[in-house]
């Protein structure tokens, strides 16, 4: 099987580790992994803050770099969600207001071949156990769109409870969000900050030396706010986790 | 709206202080858990809630593509059946007809059910400017007026309050209302109950006249429907000699059957019972039994624009039962007040800013007021996407574009304010959109990476002041992918 990695625009430039242990963890369980160069960002960073029309190049740009790609796998929840909810948004209002020819397809065949990597493992490889080794104790923050526009249910937590020598901590109130929201983290600092430091205190009353997410963004927030208070818990992607194995350094 | 609310700061402005406030998290973070916890296992008793929850949708957006027809069959049946009705275009005519009202009866005090869209309009201080004084008689609406305070929630206005305040409020006001709290008043929720029964009962049974909202009309009947739990409401409902209710016209439902729906949807929404203590249904008038004149009064106030937004109309289902407050982590955080508004939370951040336009610098601040996280959608018993209305609400701040204002369809301009971001979001938008550039910037920022401080300045400190900055790795994802799987170069470039 060859799939295509979307790695994601913040992944390449600032978690390049996530990426490598993508394509390690898929590689090792056989999958042929390629790298379109042509991707770039999704454009959920604009989408969101109100800029729909700016993301209309990145809607087409996802279609010329995944078009011949069966399945795009991402290490991204909120990015698969923008591609998977939004994507036909955007090509429902450029019709709408009769421009954008093309746009509708694009994202109509977006949609189906988009997978979080989480999601893939799950329900495309009908693997769970992905011969993983991380002696750590963990504890998982199901991110929000991972958790309700993707639906990823207990995908993560059913690969994590694989992992050998990986001691599992329940993150008391994990559903809530930590605060992060993309452009939400500057323009209600705040707030943001009170969420933040809320989801830190549950995470470093679960004693772990990790939290993990499937979503660097997130861990963009939580990783920064643990820095500011000195707190040794490790933000780590999942994916570098189900990459690691016995002897080898994610 | 209200000119209570006039004025008021942009929402970061607010909540940057409320969320400082140590005694109002700790109210509202008791309060929203507790009431949270409750509405999930409420929901979860009842195994076709998904099918409930869709019922109510469509009801409602069928009811709201043919809503002329439903509002003129109730008028009908309104009259009918004795009452009289109204139709105010806005706050200022919906305050002027209630007070001519109130004025024709000869009387100059009221009693007041619990109403959102009587706060919306700011009915309150209409009449009192008029000479008549409204009495609120629902105990967290009687908590916020003695306190000279503004409600924080839709449910329990009040909810930014504790009980030893609330005994603090009742010694200190009560008998400048009328009858005084008791002497030695405690704060457990028997006595204050008690204290409010007693002052509440004199303006009961002296009161001629009662205003009231409503959370349904039946179309069919012509049958006004108000949903409570404290008895106030049916008191207010039966024993004046006027009833004036002041109902949004979203309020309408087809006929009972679609009701039924709702009387299932809402208490296990907003107070997590099974059902309601009082649901409390009249038609018209009834010779000898209850009021003897009824008026409707139809608000439009912004609905009717709101309707003619394809993506923004879903507001319009919201049957006002509070379950987007109550699981919001910004909500919890910044309180009520700092939505500017009666309808404070998510539902505020979609429902004020149509309402009123984003003009304004608060209106056009609360589209943001959200993390996107998704857990109102989730728990909307009629499925309105928040963060769908959001985003589409962001996009008319910083873009401007097609609205319909008083009725009357025009384009609007971007807001003020927001130019450099139009600039960032151009030109990461164009960098996205050419790789070799955006690889360049990495390449360069990589290189440099030991020189970035370790907090920004200017807008960077909003980011910088409770987070550490991500470290910037010395080789971008992409570089290693070129440098390990040996394609060249050109092939790596992607179409610029």
Redo the contacts between chains.
């Keep these: 099987m060859r799939v295509a990695l979307f790695?994601t625009?913040i992944?390449?430039?600032?978690?390049?580790?996530t990426?490598?242990a993508v394509v390690t963890l898929l590689e090792r369980l056989g999958v042929e992994v390629d790298?379109p160069?042509?991707?770039?960002?999704c454009?959920q960073?604009?989408?969101?803050?109100?800029?729909?029309?700016?993301?209309e190049?990145?809607v087409r740009?996802f279609d010329?770099?995944f078009r011949d790609y069966e399945y795009v796998v991402t290490p991204s929840g909120s990015c698969a969600a923008m591609v998977r909810d939004n994507y036909p948004?955007i090509g429902a209002k450029a019709a709408?207001e009769g421009r954008g020819r093309g746009l509708a397809d694009a994202a109509a065949l977006a949609v189906p071949k988009m997978y979080e990597l989480t999601e893939f493992l799950v329900d495309v490889l009908k693997v769970e156990d992905v011969g993983a080794s991380y002696p750590h104790t963990v504890t998982y923050h199901p991110t929000?769109?991972g958790?309700?526009?993707l639906g990823l249910g207990d995908r993560p937590l059913r690969l994590l409870r694989h992992v050998r020598g990986l001691r599992l901590r329940e993150l008391p109130g994990a559903?809530?969000?930590c605060?992060?929201?993309?452009?939400?983290?500057?323009?209600?600092?705040?707030?943001?900050?009170?969420?933040?430091d809320d989801k830190v205190r549950h995470i470093l009353s679960t004693g772990a030396e990790a939290v993990c997410t499937v979503d660097n963004s997130c861990l963009?927030?939580i990783?920064?706010?643990l820095?500011?208070r000195g707190a040794a818990v490790r933000p780590v992607h999942i994916a570098e986790i189900l990459a690691s194995t016995e002897g080898s350094v994610q | 709206m209200s000119g209570a609310y006039l004025g008021m700061p942009a929402f970061p402005r607010a909540a940057a202080v409320s969320t400082r406030d140590t005694r109002l998290r700790a109210n509202l973070t008791h309060a929203t858990r507790t009431i949270r916890d409750k509405r999930a296992a409420a929901v979860a008793e009842l195994d076709d809630w998904a099918q409930l929850r869709a019922a109510g949708a469509a009801v409602k957006d069928r009811t709201l593509r043919h809503l002329d027809h439903y509002l003129e069959q109730l008028e009908a049946a309104v009259v009918a059946a004795g009452g009289q009705v109204h139709w105010a275009v806005d706050a200022d005519e919906a305050n002027r007809i209630v007070t001519r009202l109130v004025r024709e009866t000869g009387e100059t005090e009221v009693v007041k059910v619990k109403s959102m869209a009587t706060q919306e309009i700011g009915l309150n201080e209409a009449l009192a400017e008029a000479g008549i004084r409204a009495y609120e008689t629902d105990l967290a609406e009687l908590i916020v007026q003695l306190g000279r305070d503004l409600p924080s929630h839709i449910l329990v206005p009040a909810i930014h309050r504790n009980r030893s305040e609330i005994r603090d409020i009742f010694r200190r006001e009560m008998a400048s209302w009328g009858r005084p709290a008791p002497e030695g008043l405690a704060d457990s929720p028997a006595e204050l109950a008690e204290a409010a029964r007693l002052h509440l009962r004199e303006k009961f049974l002296s009161a001629k006249v009662g205003i009231s909202g409503a959370n349904f009309m039946v179309a069919e009947t012509g049958t006004l429907v108000v949903v409570e739990s404290e008895g106030n409401g049916r008191m207010c409902l039966t024993l004046p000699e006027t009833l004036i209710s002041v109902v949004g016209i979203e309020k309408v439902v087809p006929d009972w059957q679609d009701l039924e729906v709702f009387l299932q949807l809402l208490p296990r929404s907003s107070t997590a019972e099974r059902m309601n203590p009082y649901t409390s249904m009249w038609t018209g008038t009834t010779d000898g039994d209850g009021p003897q004149a009824f008026h409707l009064v139809l608000l439009d106030n912004g609905r009717t624009d709101t309707l003619a937004d394809t993506v923004g109309r879903q507001a319009l289902r919201c049957i006002r039962c509070s379950a987007c407050l109550n699981v919001c982590p910004v909500y919890e955080r910044a309180g009520g007040h700092a939505y500017g508004s009666p309808y404070p939370g998510p539902i505020g951040a979609i429902l004020t800013p149509q309402l009123r336009g984003v003009a304004g610098a608060l209106e056009a601040s609360l589209p943001y007021a959200s993390s996107l996280c998704g857990a109102c959608y989730e728990v909307c018993p009629v499925a309105i996407d928040i963060p769908e209305v959001l985003v589409h609400l962001r996009e008319r701040v910083v873009e401007g574009g097609p609205v319909t204002r008083g009725g009357t369809r025009t384009v609007l301009k971007p807001a003020k304010g927001h130019a450099a971001e139009r600039a960032a979001m151009r030109a990461a938008g164009w960098a996205f959109d050419h790789p070799g550039v955006l690889r360049a910037g990495m390449r360069l920022a990589a290189r440099t990476r030991r020189l970035h401080p370790r907090r920004l300045p200017g807008p960077g400190r909003a980011w910088s002041r409770t987070r550490d900055l991500p470290a910037v790795p010395a080789e971008s994802f992409r570089d290693w992918w070129q440098r390990t799987r040996g394609a060249s170069p050109e092939q790596q470039g992607g179409a610029e």
């Design positions: 790695v625009c992944n390449d430039a600032l978690h390049p580790r990426g490598r790298f160069a042509e991707q770039s960002c454009g960073p604009q989408f969101n803050t109100g800029y729909r029309h700016a993301t190049p990145l740009r010329r770099a948004r709408a929000c769109h958790l309700r526009m559903e809530e969000c605060g992060f929201g993309g452009t939400f983290a500057v323009k209600n600092p705040a707030v943001s900050a009170a969420m933040g963009l927030h990783g920064g706010t820095g500011r």
